[in-house]
Nanobody, 119 residues
Framework: QVQLVESGGGSVLAGGSLRLSCAVS????????MDWFRQAPGKGREGVAS???????NYADSVKGRFTISQDNAKNTLYLQMNSLKPEDTAMYYC?????????????WGPGTQVTVSS
């Protein structure tokens, strides 16, 4: 059983930065992708960033150049560095571990951490 716990959310002014962390416990496999998603009030869940077992990454167009996903395998921790934050980045942020081939139906989710960006 994989368990995830996010931290690092908070309230910041536009242009500010936050770093989210996700502590991962339990067994993961070589097929696993580690992702950050977000969900704003009244909107669906949106994929923000992914990191794959080979270290390659992928980002939503809305966050490219501002957000960086990384992982520390020794600490079993996933990170999301968020710079130049905008009010439209306001959302609940979730980390997830999923089988890259099966997709979101295979995901384990954390409870989420709130990010609020004010102008």
């Amino acid at each position: 059983q994989v368990q995830l716990v996010e931290s690092g959310g908070g309230s910041v002014l536009a242009g500010g930065s936050l770093r989210l962390s996700c502590a991962v416990s339990g067994a993961t496999s070589i097929n696993d992708c580690m992702d950050w998603f977000r969900q704003a009030p009244g909107k669906g869940r949106e994929g923000v960033a992914s990191i794959y077992s080979d270290g390659s990454t992928n980002y939503a167009d809305s966050v490219k150049g501002r957000f960086t996903i990384s992982q520390d395998n020794a600490k079993n921790t996933l990170y999301l560095q968020m710079n130049s934050l905008k009010p439209e980045d306001t959302a609940m942020y979730y980390c997830a571990v999923l089988d890259c081939y099966i997709g979101i139906d295979s995901a384990y989710w954390g409870p989420g951490t709130q990010v609020t960006v004010s102008s």
